[in-house]
C-alpha cells in the first residue's frame, strides 16, 4: 500500500502516503528521514518556514535511497507575494536542499500567516508568486507545482489566470474537518488533494467514538485517521519522529465501509488544545 502512486495531472507519479517534517529540526530530522524511508516512505514533505530543508536534503542524501525514487515537497513561504521574491526563495530551498529539482513545490499560503484568513485574498500576489512556480517548473527546477490551504476562491483564482493547472493543493483534512466541499471541487478539477495532519495535530487521538470504529478493523486510531484521507481521494502526509509510528500510520491496507465513511464525515474536531495558537488550527481556517 505505502508503495502505491497517485498520477498527477502532469503525469507525474507521487506516493500515495507522505512523511511530514513539521517541527522536526534539523538535529533530528536527518535521522527521522532515515527511519522513514527504512518503513518504505518516499514522499517527504517539508518547507522553507519550517526552517529545516537543509536537514531533509542531508537525511535524502544519506538516507541510502537513489534520488529519482524520493519524492521531495517543499513550500514556497506565504509572505512571497511578488515574482523576485518568490523565484529567489526558489532558487535558494534548492540550495538548502542540496538538489538539483524539486519534485513539488507549493505556495505555504494564499496570505501571509500573520494576515491568514481575513478579508484580502491576496489575489494578484498569489498569481506572481505562482507564475514563478510556472518558470522554475518550465526550466525543470520543479517536477510539479502546486498549492496549501487555498480554498475554492484562491484555487479558482490560480485557474483563471495562470497558465499550468496546479497539480496539488494541500489543505489540513482529518476525520472532523469541514473540507469535503472543498476536496470534491479540487478534485473536480483534477486537482491532487494531499492531507496535512490527517490525525488532527493528536487531537483525535481520545475520541472514544472514532477508537470504537478503529477497534472494530482491529487497527489503531492513527491508522485509521489516515486510511480515512485516502478514501476521500486524498494523499494524507502524518508526522512523527517516532519510527514505530511511522509504521503504524503506514499499516493502511484496509477498507472503511461506506456506512463508517458517512458516519466519520459526520464528526465534528476543531479543539487542537495549545495548538490552535498556530493559524492553519484556528477555527476561521475551518470555513472551507
Same mark, same amino acid.
Given at each position: 500500500?505505502?508503495?502505491?502512486?497517485?498520477?498527477?495531472?502532469?503525469?507525474?507519479?507521487?506516493?500515495?502516503?507522505?512523511?511530514?517534517?513539521?517541527?522536526?529540526?534539523?538535529?533530528?530530522?536527518?535521522?527521522?528521514?532515515?527511519?522513514?524511508?527504512?518503513?518504505?516512505?518516499?514522499?517527504?514533505?517539508?518547507?522553507?518556514?519550517?526552517?529545516?530543508?537543509?536537514?531533509?536534503?542531508?537525511?535524502?542524501?544519506?538516507?541510502?535511497?537513489?534520488?529519482?525514487?524520493?519524492?521531495?515537497?517543499?513550500?514556497?513561504?506565504?509572505?512571497?507575494?511578488?515574482?523576485?521574491?518568490?523565484?529567489?526563495?526558489?532558487?535558494?530551498?534548492?540550495?538548502?536542499?542540496?538538489?538539483?529539482?524539486?519534485?513539488?513545490?507549493?505556495?505555504?499560503?494564499?496570505?501571509?500567516?500573520?494576515?491568514?484568513?481575513?478579508?484580502?485574498?491576496?489575489?494578484?500576489?498569489?498569481?506572481?508568486?505562482?507564475?514563478?512556480?510556472?518558470?522554475?517548473?518550465?526550466?525543470?527546477?520543479l517536477k510539479a507545482i502546486g498549492l496549501s490551504n487555498f480554498l475554492k476562491e484562491d484555487v479558482k483564482n490560480i485557474l483563471d489566470n495562470c497558465e499550468i493547472k496546479p497539480q496539488v493543493n494541500q489543505i489540513l483534512c482529518h476525520i472532523g474537518t469541514p473540507s469535503l466541499d472543498l476536496i470534491d471541487y479540487c478534485q473536480d478539477n483534477d486537482i491532487v488533494?494531499?492531507?496535512?495532519?490527517?490525525?488532527?495535530?493528536?487531537?483525535?487521538?481520545?475520541?472514544?467514538?472514532?477508537? #470504537? /470504529?478503529? *477497534?472494530?478493523?482491529?487497527?489503531? =486510531?492513527?491508522? %485509521?485517521? &489516515?486510511?480515512?484521507?485516502? $478514501?476521500?481521494?486524498?494523499?494524507?502526509?502524518?508526522?512523527?519522529?517516532?519510527?514505530?509510528?511511522?509504521?503504524?500510520?503506514?499499516?493502511?491496507?484496509? #477498507? /472503511?465501509? *461506506?456506512?463508517?465513511?458517512?458516519? =466519520?464525515?459526520? %464528526?465534528? &474536531?476543531?479543539?487542537?488544545? $495549545?495548538?490552535?495558537?498556530?493559524?492553519?488550527?484556528?477555527?476561521?481556517?475551518?470555513?472551507?
Amino acid at each position: 500500500m505505502i508503495d502505491d502512486k497517485i498520477t498527477l495531472n502532469n503525469g507525474t507519479e507521487m506516493p500515495c502516503i507522505g512523511f511530514g517534517t513539521w517541527f522536526l529540526d534539523d538535529d533530528v530530522v536527518v535521522d527521522a528521514i532515515k527511519d522513514a524511508t527504512s518503513v518504505g516512505y518516499r514522499l517527504i514533505d517539508t518547507a522553507e518556514a519550517y526552517g529545516n530543508e537543509k536537514g531533509v536534503g542531508i537525511g535524502i542524501k544519506e538516507c541510502g535511497i537513489p534520488r529519482d525514487e524520493i519524492f521531495l515537497t517543499t513550500k514556497l513561504a506565504a509572505e512571497y507575494k511578488d515574482y523576485d521574491s518568490a523565484s529567489k526563495a526558489i532558487d535558494e530551498s534548492l540550495e538548502k536542499l542540496q538538489v538539483d529539482y524539486i519534485d513539488l513545490m507549493i505556495i505555504h499560503s494564499p496570505e501571509p500567516w500573520d494576515d491568514f484568513r481575513n478579508e484580502d485574498h491576496y489575489l494578484n500576489g498569489n498569481i506572481e508568486a505562482y507564475r514563478a512556480l510556472e518558470d522554475a517548473y518550465k526550466e525543470g527546477k520543479l517536477k510539479a507545482i502546486g498549492l496549501s490551504n487555498f480554498l475554492k476562491e484562491d484555487v479558482k483564482n490560480i485557474l483563471d489566470n495562470c497558465e499550468i493547472k496546479p497539480q496539488v493543493n494541500q489543505i489540513l483534512c482529518h476525520i472532523g474537518t469541514p473540507s469535503l466541499d472543498l476536496i470534491d471541487y479540487c478534485q473536480d478539477n483534477d486537482i491532487v488533494v494531499e492531507a496535512y495532519s490527517p490525525i488532527a495535530h493528536g487531537a483525535i487521538l481520545d475520541n472514544n467514538e472514532v477508537q #470504537k /470504529i478503529a *477497534d472494530k478493523y482491529n487497527v489503531s =486510531l492513527p491508522a %485509521l485517521c &489516515v486510511r480515512y484521507t485516502m $478514501e476521500l481521494g486524498c494523499i494524507p502526509i502524518p508526522k512523527t519522529g517516532n519510527i514505530e509510528h511511522m509504521k503504524d500510520n503506514a499499516d493502511v491496507d484496509f #477498507k /472503511i465501509s *461506506d456506512e463508517d465513511m458517512e458516519y =466519520l464525515k459526520t %464528526l465534528v &474536531v476543531d479543539d487542537y488544545g $495549545e495548538d490552535s495558537m498556530f493559524p492553519v488550527f484556528a477555527g476561521r481556517n475551518l470555513k472551507q
